[in-house]
């Protein structure tokens, strides 16, 4: 249901010049009014992607006008955040964007991508989401020293003499655990930044703003990566995976683009899309196919919202339902559990975790890309009785959280578990449950 309309929404929002002032003229687009669990018709699980306003009423699919989201960005409807590229809708939705080229420090070539800006007018012009708080993560320092961000100049139209790069020769490996899957028993990140690798950069010949630009391909040249063009081909992908970022899909040179896979998560109550492009820590790095980028843990974890911080928060469920929890005999032989969720379910190979993000962009003015870990565990208590269940925003979590359903993974209360990953916002759908 979602995906051939979402395509059209997509041209709409994307590919035209003034995506947002059109008004009223967008057709809906007629869906057969029930669910599909066919993984080949796009409908994949009804339960994060339901997108039909007209789904059990009396009325046609295109029949009301258009979403409120295309006159004001925050009211309800989809919402493309990231605009430097477009989203391809698709059981798995991939997300294409502008393709750098570097010469590091080492005057090796690398490739790189921009994300997000500290700075607005800048964010809005580039179509990058704005996210003011990487001013301060930019300053935040290792215990070696080293700051959250290189500060660097534009030298020749590119960003000079980068020092930190990403070994991607690793193979990405996850064994689950024995009584459960989480936590697993060991993890291996597909790729490796060294210890003066961060994805954020300061240009201090340009109004010392703060970029969010991974690298996601190392010393590879234009000709080896011009074979990626229109995906990877058969027999290529360990080669490919041992030189680029373990989420690109396709890369291109030649065009100037890549194509990255994108994560499903919630944010107060709404589907959205985003890209993982490096985490603090092993475990997430791995699990979501990021680099392990040792420097970003010189962003300060904890301080939520206060003056000087440079995250936001991030809740990841360690133990909800998989889809084994889902008794035979569900409506349509849907195979999905309606409240699947969490480590546990992505370890076995389900799908994204189902993470939820604090505030994105048209939601508050307290988005950063960096998030900060708040892994929570329901109890033995909400799990015997029932209580278990798919939390969708932050103050869902906090309330579970308060009244004592669910705890940090040891059982102590929710706190900050000091972990960041860098997971850029893309879209945002409409959604309601
Ligand atoms: C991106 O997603 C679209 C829609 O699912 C799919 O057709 C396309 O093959 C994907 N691109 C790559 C490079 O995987
Ligand atoms: C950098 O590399 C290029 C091509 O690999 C080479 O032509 C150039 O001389 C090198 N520059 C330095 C300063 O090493
Ligand atoms: C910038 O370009 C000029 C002209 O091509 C060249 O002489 C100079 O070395 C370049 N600077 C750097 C830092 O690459
Ligand atoms: C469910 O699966 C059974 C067995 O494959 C099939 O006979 C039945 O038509 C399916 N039901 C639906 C609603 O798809
Ligand atoms: C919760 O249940 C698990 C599995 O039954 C058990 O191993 C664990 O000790 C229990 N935890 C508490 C705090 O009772």
């Not at 196919?289 to 936001?312: H, K, N, Q, W």
Request: hydrophobic share 35%; charged share 15%.
């Amino acid at each position: 249901m979602f995906s051939i309309w979402a395509l059209i929404l997509a041209e709409a929002l994307c590919s035209s010049a003034t995506p947002f002032l059109k008004g009223g003229l967008h057709p809906r687009q007629s869906f057969p009014s029930e669910f599909n669990p066919d993984p080949q018709s796009g409908y994949d699980d009804p339960t994060i992607d339901i997108a039909d306003p007209s789904f059990a009423t009396a009325i046609e699919a295109g029949y009301q006008g258009p979403f409120a989201s295309y006159d004001k960005h925050e009211l309800v409807g989809p919402v493309d955040l990231l605009r430097n590229g477009h989203v391809n809708y698709g059981i798995n939705p991939n997300f294409t964007l502008p393709l750098y080229r570097g010469l590091s420090a080492a005057n090796t070539t690398y490739w790189w991508i921009v994300t997000d800006s500290s700075d607005e007018g800048n964010a809005r012009q580039l179509g990058l989401n704005f996210a003011p708080k990487l001013r301060f993560a930019a300053q935040g320092q290792t215990s070696d020293g080293l700051k959250g961000a290189e500060q660097l100049e534009i030298v020749n139209n590119t960003v000079f003499g980068r020092q930190g790069m990403i070994d991607f020769s690793p193979v990405r490996s996850i064994v689950p655990g024995d009584t459960s899957p989480f936590p697993p028993k060991s993890v291996q990140p597909g790729s490796q930044g060294d210890s003066l690798y961060t994805p954020l950069v300061q240009l201090t010949n340009a109004g010392y703003e703060v970029w969010n630009a991974p690298i996601i391909a190392g010393n590879v040249d234009e000709d080896y990566l011009n074979q990626f063009c229109d995906g990877i081909p058969d027999g290529m992908l360990s080669d490919f995976r041992s030189k680029v970022h373990d989420q690109v899909l396709s890369i291109c040179p030649r065009d100037e683009i890549v194509t990255l896979a994108t994560i499903r998560g919630f944010s107060f109550s709404k589907s959205v899309l985003y890209l993982i492009a490096d985490g603090s820590d092993p475990l997430p790095a791995t699990l979501d196919g990021g680099t392990y980028a040792p420097r970003l843990s010189a962003v300060r974890t904890g301080d939520d919202d206060a003056l000087f911080s440079g995250i936001e928060r991030f809740f990841v469920n360690t133990n909800g339902y998989t889809n084994r929890d889902l008794p035979l005999g569900a409506p349509n032989n849907e195979t999905h559990h309606p409240w699947r969720q969490g480590l546990s379910s992505a370890i076995l190979g389900e799908g994204n975790p189902l993470n939820i993000l604090g505030a994105i962009p048209t939601v508050a003015y307290d988005y950063s890309p960096l998030w900060d870990f708040n892994l929570y565990a329901w109890t033995n208590y909400s799990i015997e009785n029932g209580i278990r269940t798919r939390l969708t925003g932050e103050f869902e979590v906090l309330g579970m959280a308060a009244a004592g359903y669910v705890t940090n993974p040891d059982g102590t209360p929710l706190s900050d578990a000091g972990i960041v990953n860098n997971c850029p916002i893309v879209h945002r759908f409409l959604w309601w449950h």
